[in-house]
């Protein structure tokens, strides 16, 4: 987006929050905590809500909560599936809504959003008090790993609000049914795919539309097997790190799931949703999703069936991390524009988001956590919320988890393009796949006019 008015942006940056050390009142009431931004109490406010597997109910009622205390402020709501196609015109004009999620297919690279300048930093809104204790910073009340996952050169430009744990999904009940128990193992799927094969079931199924959810799948293996120095070393656009063995390993296991039959035919032509629901009506054993999969589908879920995460099995003996790591952390980006009408009311709108209500009511409304310590205390569990929590126990500090993705568009093109061709059956070589990959890294690596960031292992 470097088409976008630097120089506009810079004039926004450097207007003043009006208000921002705001003190006591005449009657000694603690303004500042109340509004730590300077809130203009009739200011209308816009937010724009990436309307996928977590729905926009939650979004709703954050609204009534900002509403409750701002009763002036007109908001203007709007959900879309597609965030580049409806905003990308409006960042260019300098028209951008107060707050936006910025998630999905559509999604902007947010690396790139930052290098353009185009978002806030939001140091103001985690050193601000937090909306139950006045004494507790916002940044106090979330989740490990919350503020780095929204962090670029040592900026936060990102609050990354759903803590999500991906992994694969099945149902437990008809599992249980056919005696059939999680693999931790790939020998222990090789085991026990035929057997469900034979029982008239596509032991794996994909989301061949949207290629990033196999993506976690291999993301994760490589991650297991080569562990968070190789990880890192590939966010990190490292001369030749596409070639270590931990690659080409996790990507033989895609190529074999394919080659063996395995994978639910027409599976790379699937969207979300429709493979989503051959889980649900039997026709597929597992999948990888992430754990809005329940909210996503509760149209269809019928109450029998128990959707349960596990993580995704080991590649080998050999692997650097242990079956129980799992990808968890905080993830769906919520972000203020520099040159939103209303950053003071964008900023105390993810304040009320942190709330222990914002956050109790996103989890009582989505059947997952929000990035808040104690989102669903006292919020009654389903069957995926509860086995996420025991994913997330289970795994402790063994946590994997991916940048480049965010840092870099073109490559995660390059990503999901090669894993379509792999899960299409038409990339057939493990080394092909790493010198796809490989070139691609290495031309962002060149190119000068794009930003480049680094994270330790």
Not at 150 to 172: C, E, H, P, S
Not at 200 to 206: D, K, M, N
Not at 308 to 330: E, F, H, Q
Request: proline share 5%; with cysteine.
């Amino acid at each position: 987006m470097n088409h976008l008015s630097r120089r506009a942006l810079l004039a926004a940056a450097t207007l003043p929050a009006a208000g921002l050390l705001a003190g006591c009142g005449d009657d000694g009431s603690p303004t500042a905590a109340f509004d730590p931004f300077g809130i203009t109490p009739e200011r209308a406010l816009e937010v724009v809500i990436f309307n996928g597997g977590f729905g926009d109910d939650y979004a709703k009622a954050h609204e009534e909560l900002y509403r409750k205390r701002f009763p002036r402020a007109q908001i203007k709501h709007t959900s879309t599936k597609k965030i580049v196609g409806d905003l990308k015109g409006r960042f260019d004009s300098g028209d951008p809504p107060d707050v936006m999620n910025n998630d999905g297919a559509d999604q902007f690279t947010t690396g790139e959003l930052v290098n353009d300048g185009a978002l806030l930093d939001l140091t103001e809104l985690l050193d601000s008090p937090s909306l139950d204790d006045p004494g507790v910073k916002v940044r106090d009340t979330l989740l490990p790993g919350t503020v780095e996952s929204g962090t670029f050169n040592g900026k936060v430009y990102g609050l990354n609000y759903m803590y999500t744990v991906f992994g694969l999904f099945y149902d437990a009940t008809r599992w249980q049914a056919a005696g059939w128990s999680p693999p931790q193992t790939w020998e222990q799927f090789l085991e026990l795919a035929p057997k469900i094969k034979a029982a008239g079931v596509a032991p794996f199924a994909h989301a061949g539309k949207y290629p990033y959810y196999m993506g976690w799948t291999i993301a994760d293996w490589i991650h297991k097997a080569g562990g968070a120095a190789a990880a890192a070393a590939i966010d990190n656009l490292e001369p030749g790190a596409w070639q270590h063995p931990a690659v080409l390993a996790s990507v033989e296991l895609a190529i074999e799931l394919v080659g063996r039959g395995f994978v639910l035919a027409g599976s790379d032509k699937l969207s979300h949703t429709e493979s989503q629901q051959a889980l649900i009506d039997g026709r597929a054993a597992m999948l990888p999703c992430g754990t809005w999969l329940e909210n996503e589908m509760k149209a269809t879920l019928p109450a029998s069936v128990k959707l349960t995460i596990v993580p995704v099995w080991s590649v080998g003996t050999g692997d650097t991390m242990p079956y129980g790591s799992a990808r968890a952390g905080a993830s769906g980006t919520f972000a203020v524009p520099t040159m939103a009408k209303n950053k003071a009311g964008g900023l105390e709108y993810l304040r009320v988001m942190l709330s222990k209500a914002g956050a109790g009511r996103f989890s009582e409304l989505t059947n997952s956590l929000a990035s808040r310590k104690g989102s669903a205390d006292g919020v009654a569990g389903s069957s995926g919320l509860a086995s996420a929590n025991e994913v997330v126990k289970g795994a402790g500090n063994n946590l994997m988890t991916w940048k480049f993705n965010d840092w870099y568009g073109a490559l995660d093109k390059a990503w999901q393009a090669t894993i379509a061709d792999v899960m299409s059956g038409a990339l057939k070589r493990p080394a092909d796949f790493a010198a796809r990959m490989q070139a691609a890294a290495d031309g962002v690596a060149r190119d000068s006019s794009i930003t480049k960031f680094r994270r330790d292992a």
